[in-house]
């Protein structure tokens, strides 16, 4: 059974900064791509960043680029989403999903991949 669990939510006032975690099981990062998306209350969902380890590629929406960073801890089976200077627009739900070898489909919303976490709400204050 596939598994993806977000944590490391939170409230954060603007300009602070928070980590977020995806620990997975039953998956392996050698077959799948890992995005992280988020959705605020009447908006779409917005893919905002992917891994791919089986071609050592990370990929950002401009809307984050140069604040948050993507990254792998195989010993533990987790990927990270390292959030700084964090702004209220950036309030949202956030998720992580899993998509068999490609991952081409984050910047779209994820539609397409497999497996999903349960969420981790991020509020930001001003």
């Known amino acids: 059974e596939v598994q993806l669990v977000e944590s490391g939510g939170g409230l954060v006032q603007a300009g602070g900064s928070l980590r977020l975690s995806c620990a997975a099981s039953?998956?392996?990062?050698?077959?799948?791509?890992i995005g992280w998306f988020r959705q605020a209350p009447g908006k779409e969902r917005e893919g905002i960043s992917c891994?791919?380890?089986?071609?050592?590629?990370?990929y950002y929406a401009d809307s984050v680029k140069g604040r948050f960073t993507i990254s792998i801890d195989n010993a533990k089976n987790t990927v990270y989403l390292q959030m700084n200077n964090l702004k209220p627009d950036d309030t949202a739900v956030y998720f992580c999903?899993?998509?068999?070898?490609?991952?081409?489909?984050?910047?779209?919303?994820?539609?397409?991949?497999?497996?999903w976490g349960q969420g981790t709400q991020v509020t930001v204050s001003s």
């Open positions: 039953g998956i392996t990062f050698d077959r799948y791509a």
């Open positions: 891994i791919r380890k089986r071609t050592s590629s990370t």
């Open positions: 999903a899993a998509d068999y070898l490609d991952g081409s489909g984050w910047a779209r919303g994820g539609y397409d991949f497999d497996y």
